[in-house]
């Protein structure tokens, strides 16, 4: 009755707080980000898992509120400005070796060098493997924008990582 | 091989070790329940902290400095930064600060806060989990025990406040709803009730409740002496599309008449934490309006919150002042982003000398002049400051 919010929260929590971080990392390659965006997520969503629709609806509104605080999390100018330290960071010399690792290394670090709209494409396109016309409503834009910020991105990661990467 | 392949092997690389904390944090339940009160105007949500009973009341600071007079201060150095002149401020949410004060009440039930401090005892009221029974600490351990009355709505609404007696609590009258959850509307008496769990007196405040329009309270606070009962309203209508005019009302407790002393600005206002001076000559509360006080990110107002003090010296009228505008807690960030995902509380809490008020400020725990609203010493700490503050006399 009265914590019935709380044991909903800790058994939606238990099941989707994962894939939830994982998102938010891929979104903004910072883990420790990652988790305060998760943990925000579920604090917005917490209040109003009793309202939706239908169970199956929680997750896909969990997703689309990690990606709205990813979005607003990089409006941030602190957060901007750590996103570009962190950036800097990564062009540092790696020390890893072997050729794969390197590789994806750089699709890694040039995917977050991409504009978060397009990168938030990409993750969704590519990682959670929505069709486009989900990937479109999660980001708020039409399907042809979509695959305009789909394309853009891999043209982009295409011409920043070289043939090394992609072969 | 290709892109796209590479892509999806990364991606799946990538967020393969990546892993959520393995429960709910408590900070992130501490705000879930934060966010529920707010957006119920104060009401009836109630989260037992189990796990965060060691979390309870660890942070201090202490000094054996005599309080200093505001007339005085300018005269000495400034304060350091990791020192409090004046006791000890307490934030249940940090244990930033080293040190410890009272156990929290036994059984591990209680909520993750207190509900209510009273300065002059020292003593902490604690509550449980839907269970009609609170706790009364002090730094020496337990110092009551109380089952509620049935009639009341005590241990299940976070409004409970001690006095008017130096061994009683008040609380409004109990009301529920469909789900069980003890509700502030309309409650036409406030109970008083004895640390031995007896019903002292019934208060009948349908005065302040006859407005013709459903109310909540959202606060209760009894004068230091005792003669005074600050009671703090919000329509029960209030949301994203109506107006929410706040009011806070002076119960005479010995006139049993109430009078508005204070009413916010007609912008879906939230009245929180009333707390008077220890001279009993100031109330302050902190008000709120905008996305802070409904909790949505979409809300077009953007709003400060303030802390506003009510001087209200004998025989004259009611004056009001800001002492402390929350627009420092992240410069360049909107309070709409703020208030909607981050740092939707801003406990305070008044020196044991009345000179000066504990803030969050920028992230960190300032003190203010209770005058003129002057940051005079800030405190180092974590930003975020969720729990309530709580500033102990010397011992």
Redesign the interface.
Known sequence: ??????AD??DF??VH??S????A??LTGD?EL??DI???A???I??RLGGLRSREASPAYLRQTVVN?CR?HF????VERNYLQREASMHRPETVEGRDVL??DA??KE?QRLAYRQRCA??LR??EDLSEQQAAEVLGCSVGALKALTIRA?EQ??ARVGSE??? | MNLDHNLKTMLRARAEGVAAAPVVPDSTVRRVRVRKVLMTGGVGVTVAGVAMAGALMRSAIWSDAAPVPPAEREKQEAPRPDTVRNGRILNADSDFWQGSTAPPPPGGQHSYAWDAFDQDTGSFLYTAQSMPRVWVVDEDGLVAEIDCPASSGCGRNEMETFGPGPHELTVPSADSNEHGDVLVRNPRSVHVIGFDGTLHDTLDISAVLSQGQDLYLSDLAWSPDGSRLAISTQPDDCDLSSPCEGKVWIFDHNRGEAQTVFTGPPERVVLRDLAWSPDGRTLALLVASGSYASGYSDDPEQVWPRLVALRMPPNEPVRVETLKVYDDWDPGVKVLEVADDYHIAFPFAWSPDGTRIAVTSEGRIAEISAEDGEVLARHPGEKGFWGPLAWLRKR
Do not use: P
Request: cysteine-free; hydrophobic content about 50%.
């Open positions: 009755m009265r914590q019935t919010w709380r929260l800790g929590y238990a707080a994962d939830a971080k994982r998102l990392y891929l883990n990652a988790e998760t943990q925000d579920f604090v917005k917490a209040g605080l607003s409006r941030r100018k602190r590789a994806a699709l890694w995917l990409v993750v590519y990682y891999m990661l295409r990467a992609l072969s």
